[in-house]
């Protein structure tokens, strides 16, 4: 099975156009699709061409009330990355989008100004002229000075690839909101210790004013106001207001995590750094502490040392004053975090989208395997996402299980999601009410069936709607669908009879925003703009959050059940058809977009929806299911059985006939290590950093590519390090040893979840200790005693080790005659690339995962079926079972059961104590290697 | 030609293919004391007292307590008529002082601090529920540890080991000496009473064994083994010396001399019904009671010292060195003992000459010695950079030495651990109803 990424990778770097002629034709579902709008020679990265910047960038702007749109800083914050494209232009652009920035300082019916807590949006629009794509996050800083109290701002991600942003629109929008929840917490902080300061000013200006009155009125005898004292009065009357008001501002301000926390949904920003907190909570005035304010602890610590000023009864005017800057809107500490996590944001989303996906898909794929992943993955690359990634990878997997149990241990994160789910839900109901009556015993074949009907919709109706909605340079995308994609795991939770919920439609309400210059608003997944009102297709372009965030929010969130009871009223009859039309009306197809995506359709991913994202995943990387029935049953389910016995197909099958190019393209079925480690395989041109966990994979598989043409004898090392058996480096040079050491942790089996046991430099004699603690060792040679100390201490510990020596280049180390290894690192492989190699290291090594696995959890294998039982019968199935079912020859077997060792050792440890490590070892002759 | 023997790396008897290293201790670990069925205790230069799990390995108490090094410890077990358990563990050290601890709890119960030197061996005779402490004298202590009674200063040298003897009796290694004690249970108090010295060693008493009810062995710095017998004390048999005049024959007389009596101490002394084992300088003898004599032999069973040996149930024999090794031994009887010389005049017939040298030899020996078996090297465990000072059999649970590396290593049958692991990985995975795993 093929999957996207490596068709890509191949076809970039051997330059091959033609399909292997040998192989039998794929099945249709499997096929790759042409490339739509290249002729032959075209390849998928021209498209990038055509933009004016050579890479992703992040763009910050701000509506100012002065100047207008104005773009306020890039990240990368360097001026190559834009290079010429015009940022001005595009900020008025992605400005001119903001519909909700609508606000009344001064709500009728309400005697005081009212603060809104204006929820975020989300908004996708293309620029063809510009070539540029953006995620646009737009959100409202408050500041004092500002009209309204308001200052409107976007965060902006700009691609040259519509795709990525589209089906990245999830992750962005989590990462996104993250962003600017922090900036928005720096804000309220900086805006209520505003307040604070103004409020002094006010209370200092009254007594002020209060004194001035008192003594006009002493010395005013005659009985009469005068003009002076009425003045003086009003202006008393009108600071005694602004008090109130602004009293009233700041209880809203502080007001606000309460409230917003009543929403089950929303997430307040918790700085990751506690000194800040303490820092500011020893300082904090007592006075002004309001204790339980989960959301924003940080009480307005430098007040007391203000000191008040006069305020002047007339303001400045509007134009002479200065606005703040983004930065003196902002706590400090916020305004760096948000930074941090807009470069983190850059970082992340760097590189080409199906190189994206296939991460994202491999890390959630990895992250099922929570028995076996331990063993050959980078734990730091399992680690680092947070839950928000598993929403955008696991979930788009339409794994149920696995879904529905994040979804319950995971809060979600936004109310995008929730009121997604209530969307998702409603559109799901006439596709499973289908699938109830059409076969209810194969729902995935049904869903095959709708998606191909929905797709050909999508992509007939993509090209007339193309060509009605756009104008000059006006481009429509239907992407309300990533709304619903993101949703469908909720969908799912709610719907539990619908495996794979429907792609979503887009709505009425995402046509509404036809901007008049050339910009049409492709989607819009705002919080708000799925409330039910959004059905109506006169929806205001503005939107007036307040009740929403007051007291409706909790109304919005419906449960999955009544929405589900009252969607077949709701949207009953014509409605729904309309609906459909508009759907497949406003939709455009992803795949008429011409893009590198089509490929990505390939191989393993037969339920598959519209965004390419995998419903079903791979299924050999499916573990078996525990307590299994017997070594080789199969499981009822015919795919996965079909799977599973080629998995476990002998060694000698074709597997192994096929080398190299053949031999990487097929284990790529096991996604689950193979993409976790994409590295450079296909970046996008003009995207050329790579991360540091990549730079380092690619250098340790040049290495060890390096290392195996070089030594005859690196199969046994390899068989060495695979089976536990401590491998030391011997060497004087540090730069060879540590190169070949690099080279060879690749092999190395984790022992736990801790860091890799590979030692990459040590001069010391090596203790007992040393073997348990590292597989891998690399040793300083020195003439010294104690370097002499050091190589009796060797020859003392020689049957625990195999011993490498660099410099005379000599291997001591037990035999080794099986199979597995010579297919892991062949010498005459043609592969060149280091991370080539390291992903097809990473594919054979978790082929033998799954593997160790089966024999692992195979309860028979280990105990025995009946008390009578011998323990001789128990070994000889045992045996049988990885001779004959796991096809593994003589010393695979000991590679296998060490593995099976570390799995068992990892699964019934304790969490609570770190578990002593283990040294084992077999008592086996050792030979000597020569070149 | 003195050569130790060596075994490949390919060892299919040794059963050993898995270790677990404890570490804790930060000086030489001498003493390993057996608890039950899975706890022993280990005690060395540190004054630290650790008691383990021998299964997990897992460290279950830490008793600090001792200022100085620990010189004797000896668990004290006895079940009361109820069936009340109470394991107390007590431990001598250098700092003249004797620590109760409690095993369950790892609480000190109870130090004694008033000796006048330090105490250099316990002994419990559970049969009377008493204990002994032996130095420069001997104190007879309860189990709630009041001092019984006492005997005068002995020697300087001190006491330096203890056996229980039949009729409430003990004998008590004294330097050269061999002073025989007898306990009295009178109603008005105990009472100790030297009954008999016996100097019939040469040199210092170093090991004490009894064989059975009526027969006990001692050994001796320069290689004298006396049999004894335990009821009236007297000598049923010596060997003096025996190891150099029997065993060396054909050994260079430089050899001899460079021996230094270090190399001919009997170390350590252990016996099965039949016969006794002895650690003698490097190398390993059994000696046949019944015959009287001794049967076989591995002059240099390691590279130095022999350190500790034991017997184990199964034909086997197991010695720990100074060299860090541990090794185990099979008693094998010779199989073609008239065989032998047959094929001497084969390969003379042929010309071998040297072959016929190394066989005239063995001749030579059978017909002197008279050796009917041989010890075997079937294993051996590397893994303590020094000295292996003492080692614990737990039967299938493995085996724990210790040594002055400061380690106490666990040594497991790899193949039964990876079975335990196998049924504990299934009765999790039956408990968590398989939840964990995601599929």
Request: net charge negative; hydrophobic share 35%.
């Given at each position: 099975?093929?999957?996207?990424?490596?068709?890509?990778?191949?076809?970039?770097?051997?330059?091959?156009?033609?399909?292997?002629?040998?192989?039998?034709?794929?099945?249709?579902?499997?096929?790759?699709?042409?490339?739509?709008?290249?002729?032959?020679?075209?390849?998928?990265?021209?498209?990038?061409?055509?933009?004016?910047?050579?890479?992703?960038?992040?763009?910050?702007?701000?509506?100012?009330?002065?100047?207008?749109?104005q773009?306020?800083?890039?990240?990368?914050?360097?001026a190559?990355?834009p290079?010429?494209?015009?940022?001005?232009y595009f900020?008025?652009?992605?400005?001119?989008?903001?519909?909700?920035?609508?606000?009344?300082?001064?709500?009728?019916?309400?005697?005081?100004?009212?603060?809104?807590?204006?929820?975020?949006?989300k908004?996708?629009?293309?620029?063809?002229?510009?070539?540029?794509?953006?995620?646009?996050?737009?959100?409202?800083?408050?500041?004092?000075?500002?009209?309204?109290?308001?200052?409107?701002?976007?965060?902006?991600?700009?691609?040259?690839?519509?795709?990525?942003?589209?089906?990245?629109?999830?992750?962005?929008?989590?990462?996104?909101?993250?962003?600017?929840?922090?900036?928005?917490?720096?804000?309220?902080?900086?805006?209520?210790?505003?307040?604070e300061?103004?409020?002094?000013?006010?209370?200092?200006?009254?007594?002020?004013?209060?004194?001035?009155?008192?003594?006009?009125?002493?010395?005013?005898?005659?009985?009469?106001?005068?003009?002076?004292?009425?003045?003086?009065?009003?202006?008393?009357?009108?600071?005694?207001?602004?008090?109130?008001?602004?009293?009233?501002?700041?209880?809203?301000?502080?007001?606000?995590?309460?409230?917003?926390?009543?929403?089950?949904?929303?997430?307040?920003y918790?700085?990751?750094?506690?000194?800040?907190?303490?820092?500011?909570?020893?300082?904090?005035?007592?006075?002004?502490?309001?204790?339980?304010?989960?959301?924003?602890?940080h009480?307005?610590?430098?007040?007391?040392?203000?000191?008040?000023?006069l305020?002047?009864?007339?303001?400045?005017?509007?134009?002479?004053k200065k606005?703040?800057?983004?930065?003196?809107?902002?706590?400090?500490?916020?305004?760096?975090?948000?930074?941090?996590?807009?470069?983190?944001?850059?970082?992340?989303?760097?590189?080409?989208?199906c190189?994206?996906?296939?991460?994202?898909?491999?890390?959630?794929?990895?992250?099922?395997?929570?028995?076996?992943?331990?063993?050959?993955?980078?734990?730091?690359?399992?680690?680092?996402?947070?839950?928000?990634?598993?929403?955008?990878?696991?979930?788009?997997?339409?794994?149920d299980?696995?879904?529905?149990?994040?979804?319950?241990?995971?809060?979600?994160?936004k109310?995008?999601?929730?009121?997604?789910s209530?969307k998702?839900?409603?559109?799901?109901?006439?596709?499973?009410?289908?699938?109830?009556?059409?076969?209810?015993?194969?729902?995935?074949m049904?869903?095959?069936?709708?998606?191909?009907?929905?797709?050909?919709?999508?992509?007939?109706?993509?090209?007339?709607?193309?060509?009605?909605?756009?104008?000059?340079?006006?481009?429509?995308?239907?992407?309300?669908?990533?709304?619903?994609?993101?949703?469908?795991?909720?969908?799912?939770?709610?719907?539990?009879?619908?495996?794979?919920?429907?792609?979503?439609?887009?709505?009425?309400?995402?046509?509404?925003?036809?901007?008049?210059?050339?910009?049409?608003?492709?989607?819009?997944?705002?919080?708000?703009?799925?409330?039910?009102?959004?059905?109506?297709a006169?929806?205001?372009?503005?939107?007036n959050?307040?009740?929403?965030?007051?007291?409706?929010?909790?109304?919005?969130?419906?449960?999955?059940?009544?929405?589900?009871?009252?969607?077949?009223?709701?949207?009953?009859g014509?409605?729904?058809?309309?609906?459909?039309?508009?759907?497949?009306?406003?939709?455009?197809?992803?795949?008429?977009?011409?893009?590198?995506?089509?490929?990505?359709?390939?191989?393993?991913?037969?339920?598959?929806?519209?965004?390419?994202?995998?419903?079903?995943?791979?299924?050999?990387?499916?573990?078996?299911?525990?307590?299994l029935?017997?070594?080789?049953?199969?499981?009822?389910?015919?795919?996965?059985?079909?799977?599973?016995?080629?998995?476990?197909?002998?060694?000698?099958?074709?597997?192994?006939?096929?080398?190299?190019?053949?031999?990487?393209?097929?284990?790529?079925?096991?996604?689950?290590?193979?993409?976790?480690?994409?590295?450079e395989?296909?970046?996008?041109?003009?995207?050329?950093?790579v991360?540091?966990?990549?730079?380092?994979?690619?250098?340790?598989?040049?290495n060890?590519?390096?290392?195996?043409?070089?030594?005859?004898?690196?199969?046994?090392?390899?068989?060495?390090?695979?089976?536990?058996?401590?491998?030391?480096?011997?060497?004087?040079?540090?730069?060879?040893?540590?190169?070949?050491?690099?080279a060879?942790?690749?092999?190395?089996?984790?022992?736990?979840?801790?860091?890799?046991?590979?030692?990459?430099?040590?001069s010391?004699?090596?203790h007992?200790?040393?073997?348990?603690?590292?597989?891998?060792?690399?040793?300083?040679?020195t003439?010294?005693?104690?370097?002499?100390?050091?190589?009796?201490?060797?020859?003392?510990?020689?049957?625990?080790?195999?011993?490498?020596?660099?410099?005379?280049?000599t291997?001591?180390?037990?035999?080794?005659?099986?199979?597995?290894?010579?297919?892991?690192a062949?010498?005459?492989?043609?592969?060149?690339?280091?991370?080539?190699?390291?992903?097809?290291?990473?594919?054979?090594?978790?082929?033998?995962?799954?593997?160790?696995?089966?024999?692992?959890f195979c309860?028979?294998?280990?105990?025995?079926?009946?008390?009578?039982?011998?323990?001789?019968?128990?070994?000889?199935?045992?045996?049988?079972?990885?001779?004959?079912?796991?096809?593994?020859?003589?010393?695979?077997?000991?590679?296998?059961?060490?593995l099976?060792e570390?799995?068992?050792?990892?699964?019934?440890?304790?969490?609570?104590?770190?578990?002593?490590?283990?040294?084992?070892?077999?008592?086996?002759?050792?030979?000597?290697?020569?070149? | 030609?003195s050569?130790?023997?060596t075994?490949?790396?390919?060892?299919?008897?040794?059963?050993?293919?898995?270790?677990?290293?404890?570490?804790?201790?930060?000086?030489?670990?001498?003493?390993?004391?057996?608890?039950?069925?899975?706890?022993?205790?280990?005690?060395?230069?540190?004054?630290?007292?650790?008691?383990?799990?021998?299964?997990?390995?897992?460290?279950?108490?830490?008793?600090?307590?001792?200022?100085?090094?620990?010189?004797?410890?000896?668990?004290?077990?006895?079940?009361?008529?109820?069936?009340?358990?109470?394991?107390?563990?007590?431990?001598?050290?250098?700092?003249?002082?004797?620590?109760?601890?409690?095993?369950?709890?790892?609480?000190?119960?109870?130090?004694?601090?008033?000796?006048?030197?330090?105490?250099?061996?316990?002994?419990?005779?559970?049969?009377?529920?008493?204990?002994?402490?032996?130095?420069?004298?001997?104190?007879?202590?309860?189990r709630?540890?009041?001092?019984?009674?006492?005997?005068?200063?002995?020697?300087?040298?001190?006491?330096?080991?203890?056996?229980?003897l039949?009729k409430?009796c003990?004998?008590?290694?004294?330097?050269?000496?061999?002073?025989?004690?007898?306990?009295?249970?009178?109603?008005?108090?105990?009472?100790?009473?030297?009954?008999?010295?016996?100097?019939?060693?040469q040199d210092?008493?170093?090991?004490?064994?009894?064989?059975?009810?009526?027969?006990?062995?001692t050994?001796?710095?320069v290689?004298?083994?006396?049999?004894?017998?335990a009821?009236?004390?007297?000598?049923?048999?010596a060997?003096?010396?025996?190891?150099?005049?029997?065993?060396?024959?054909?050994?260079?007389?430089?050899?001899?001399?460079?021996?230094?009596?270090?190399?001919?101490?009997?170390?350590?002394?252990?016996?099965?019904?039949?016969?006794?084992?002895?650690?003698?300088?490097?190398?390993?003898?059994?000696?046949?009671?019944?015959?009287?004599?001794?049967?076989?032999?591995?002059?240099?069973?390691?590279?130095?010292?022999?350190?500790?040996?034991?017997?184990l149930?199964?034909?086997?024999?197991?010695?720990?060195?100074?060299?860090?090794?541990?090794r185990?031994?099979?008693?094998?009887?010779?199989?073609?003992?008239?065989?032998e010389?047959?094929?001497?005049?084969?390969?003379?017939?042929?010309?071998f000459?040297?072959?016929?040298?190394?066989?005239?030899?063995?001749?030579?020996?059978?017909?002197?010695?008279?050796?009917?078996?041989?010890?075997?090297?079937?294993?051996?465990?590397?893994g303590?950079?020094?000295?292996?000072?003492?080692?614990?059999?737990?039967?299938?649970?493995?085996?724990?030495?210790?040594?002055?590396?400061?380690?106490?290593?666990l040594?497991?049958?790899?193949?039964?651990?990876?079975?335990?692991?196998?049924?504990?990985?299934?009765?999790?995975?039956a408990?968590?109803?398989?939840?964990?795993i995601?599929?």
């Amino acid at each position: 099975m093929i999957s996207a990424p490596d068709v890509v990778a191949f076809t970039r770097e051997e330059e091959r156009e033609e399909e292997p002629s040998a192989e039998p034709p794929l099945p249709e579902e499997y096929s790759v699709p042409l490339l739509p709008f290249g002729g032959p020679g075209a390849n998928p990265w021209s498209k990038v061409a055509g933009s004016k910047f050579s890479r992703d960038f992040i763009l910050i702007s701000e509506f100012s009330e002065q100047v207008g749109p104005q773009p306020l800083l890039t990240i990368p914050d360097d001026a190559k990355v834009p290079g010429a494209f015009d940022l001005n232009y595009f900020s008025l652009r992605i400005m001119s989008v903001d519909y909700q920035a609508s606000f009344v300082g001064h709500p009728p019916g309400c005697a005081y100004p009212k603060l809104n807590f204006v929820e975020d949006s989300k908004v996708v629009l293309g620029d063809s002229k510009e070539g540029a794509f953006a995620y646009v996050h737009h959100l409202t800083l408050y500041d004092l000075e500002a009209r309204g109290f308001v200052r409107p701002f976007c965060m902006a991600y700009i691609s040259a690839d519509e795709h990525k942003i589209m089906q990245q629109f999830q992750e962005l929008s989590a990462e996104f909101s993250k962003a600017s929840e922090c900036l928005k917490t720096g804000n309220r902080k900086a805006f209520a210790s505003e307040l604070e300061k103004k409020l002094k000013d006010l209370d200092y200006t009254r007594t002020v004013l209060h004194n001035e009155t008192e003594i006009q009125k002493k010395s005013n005898d005659k009985g009469y106001y005068t003009t002076q004292a009425i003045e003086k009065a009003n202006e008393l009357a009108s600071v005694e207001k602004s008090i109130i008001e602004h009293q009233d501002l700041l209880k809203q301000i502080r007001s606000y995590p309460y409230r917003k926390l009543k929403d089950s949904d929303f997430h307040p920003y918790e700085p990751e750094c506690p000194l800040d907190e303490v820092s500011a909570s020893s300082e904090q005035d007592p006075a002004a502490s309001e204790a339980a304010e989960p959301g924003d602890a940080h009480p307005y610590a430098h007040v007391p040392s203000y000191t008040p000023k006069l305020i002047k009864a007339k303001s400045a005017k509007c134009f002479d004053k200065k606005l703040k800057t983004l930065e003196e809107l902002c706590d400090v500490y916020f305004f760096t975090q948000t930074l941090d996590q807009l470069h983190q944001i850059e970082r992340t989303f760097r590189g080409d989208v199906c190189y994206l996906l296939t991460n994202q898909i491999s890390r959630a794929l990895l992250k099922q395997q929570s028995v076996t992943n331990f063993l050959f993955e980078d734990l730091a690359l399992l680690d680092e996402k947070a839950p928000e990634k598993q929403h955008g990878g696991c979930q788009r997997l339409g794994h149920d299980a696995v879904n529905r149990k994040c979804l319950e241990e995971l809060p979600t994160p936004k109310v995008v999601i929730s009121l997604g789910s209530y969307k998702s839900s409603v559109e799901c109901v006439p596709i499973k009410m289908e699938q109830e009556i059409e076969d209810p015993q194969d729902p995935t074949m049904t869903d095959l069936m709708a998606f191909e009907h929905q797709d050909n919709l999508d992509y007939l109706d993509a090209d007339i709607k193309g060509s009605i909605s756009s104008g000059e340079s006006i481009e429509v995308l239907g992407t309300e669908k990533s709304a619903s994609v993101l949703s469908k795991s909720e969908s799912q939770a709610s719907l539990p009879t619908s495996p794979s919920p429907q792609v979503g439609r887009s709505k009425v309400g995402s046509r509404r925003t036809v901007s008049e210059d050339s910009i049409e608003v492709l989607s819009t997944c705002p919080s708000e703009s799925l409330i039910p009102e959004d059905f109506k297709a006169s929806y205001p372009s503005a939107i007036n959050e307040e009740p929403y965030a007051d007291d409706e929010e909790g109304g919005l969130r419906f449960s999955p059940k009544l929405s589900l009871d009252n969607a077949d009223e709701r949207e009953g009859g014509p409605e729904q058809e309309a609906l459909l039309q508009v759907d497949s009306a406003c939709c455009m197809g992803k795949e008429s977009a011409g893009s590198p995506e089509p490929p990505a359709e390939l191989g393993a991913r037969r339920g598959e929806d519209e965004d390419g994202v995998v419903s079903v995943p791979p299924q050999p990387l499916r573990p078996p299911e525990q307590g299994l029935p017997g070594p080789l049953a199969g499981g009822p389910d015919g795919a996965s059985a079909g799977l599973l016995c080629y998995e476990l197909e002998p060694a000698g099958g074709r597997d192994a006939a096929k080398t190299s190019l053949d031999e990487c393209s097929d284990s790529t079925s096991y996604m689950s290590s193979a993409a976790s480690t994409c590295s450079e395989r296909s970046p996008s041109p003009g995207h050329p950093a790579v991360p540091a966990g990549d730079r380092h994979r690619k250098r340790a598989g040049q290495n060890a590519l390096r290392f195996i043409r070089q030594y005859p004898f690196a199969h046994p090392a390899i068989f060495s390090l695979l089976s536990g058996r401590t491998l030391i480096v011997l060497g004087e040079d540090e730069a060879i040893v540590k190169k070949l050491v690099t080279a060879l942790s690749i092999f190395v089996p984790n022992c736990g979840a801790y860091a890799k046991p590979v030692k990459h430099w040590v001069s010391s004699p090596l203790h007992i200790v040393d073997f348990q603690k590292w597989k891998l060792i690399g040793l300083q040679r020195t003439v010294s005693p104690a370097g002499v100390n050091m190589l009796h201490a060797l020859g003392r510990y020689s049957r625990y080790v195999s011993i490498l020596d660099a410099d005379s280049k000599t291997l001591r180390c037990p035999l080794y005659k099986g199979t597995l290894v010579s297919r892991l690192a062949d010498h005459r492989t043609q592969i060149k690339r280091g991370s080539t190699y390291y992903l097809h290291v990473q594919s054979v090594l978790a082929q033998l995962c799954s593997k160790a696995f089966l024999f692992t959890f195979c309860h028979h294998l280990h105990l025995p079926i009946s008390e009578r039982e011998s323990e001789e019968a128990v070994v000889n199935r045992r045996m049988n079972f990885l001779k004959l079912h796991l096809g593994l020859a003589n010393e695979d077997i000991k590679i296998v059961q060490y593995l099976a060792e570390l799995l068992k050792l990892q699964y019934i440890q304790e969490p609570d104590q770190g578990g002593n490590p283990l040294l084992r070892f077999d008592y086996v002759p050792s030979f000597l290697y020569k070149i | 030609k003195s050569s130790v023997q060596t075994i490949g790396e390919e060892q299919i008897q040794n059963p050993y293919t898995e270790l677990l290293v404890l570490k804790g201790h930060q000086d030489i670990v001498r003493f390993l004391v057996q608890i039950d069925d899975y706890r022993f205790a280990s005690a060395g230069d540190d004054g630290i007292v650790f008691l383990w799990n021998a299964q997990t390995g897992e460290k279950l108490f830490e008793l600090h307590g001792h200022t100085h090094k620990i010189t004797a410890i000896a668990p004290f077990f006895s079940s009361d008529a109820f069936g009340e358990n109470d394991q107390l563990m007590l431990t001598a050290s250098a700092d003249r002082t004797v620590i109760a601890w409690d095993c369950s709890s790892g609480k000190q119960i109870q130090k004694v601090s008033c000796f006048h030197s330090t105490v250099k061996c316990l002994t419990v005779l559970p049969r009377l529920d008493v204990w002994l402490s032996a130095g420069s004298d001997l104190c007879v202590w309860n189990r709630k540890l009041d001092l019984l009674c006492k005997t005068s200063h002995l020697t300087d040298a001190g006491i330096s080991a203890l056996l229980e003897l039949p009729k409430n009796c003990v004998a008590a290694a004294a330097g050269k000496e061999l002073i025989i004690f007898r306990l009295i249970d009178r109603p008005e108090g105990w009472n100790v009473l030297e009954v008999k010295r016996l100097d019939d060693h040469q040199d210092n008493i170093l090991s004490l064994v009894s064989v059975n009810d009526l027969t006990f062995v001692t050994g001796s710095h320069v290689g004298e083994l006396i049999v004894w017998d335990a009821l009236d004390w007297t000598k049923q048999a010596a060997e003096c010396n025996f190891w150099d005049s029997s065993l060396h024959t054909d050994a260079q007389p430089e050899i001899k001399l460079s021996q230094s009596p270090n190399e001919t101490s009997v170390q350590h002394l252990t016996s099965d019904e039949e016969c006794v084992f002895a650690a003698v300088g490097k190398g390993i003898f059994v000696y046949n009671l019944q015959m009287k004599r001794v049967i076989a032999c591995q002059k240099t069973a390691h590279d130095s010292s022999v350190l500790h040996i034991a017997k184990l149930p199964n034909r086997q024999l197991m010695s720990c060195s100074e060299d860090g090794s541990v090794r185990i031994w099979e008693l094998w009887e010779k199989p073609q003992l008239l065989a032998e010389p047959v094929p001497t005049g084969f390969f003379s017939m042929w010309g071998f000459g040297r072959a016929n040298k190394q066989a005239s030899q063995a001749a030579k020996k059978t017909q002197e010695n008279t050796t009917l078996y041989f010890l075997e090297l079937v294993g051996d465990l590397i893994g303590h950079s020094s000295a292996v000072q003492m080692f614990l059999y737990f039967g299938e649970l493995g085996l724990a030495t210790c040594s002055a590396d400061h380690l106490v290593i666990l040594w497991k049958d790899g193949e039964r651990e990876s079975r335990l692991r196998s049924v504990t990985l299934f009765q999790k995975l039956a408990q968590n109803g398989g939840s964990e795993i995601k599929f």
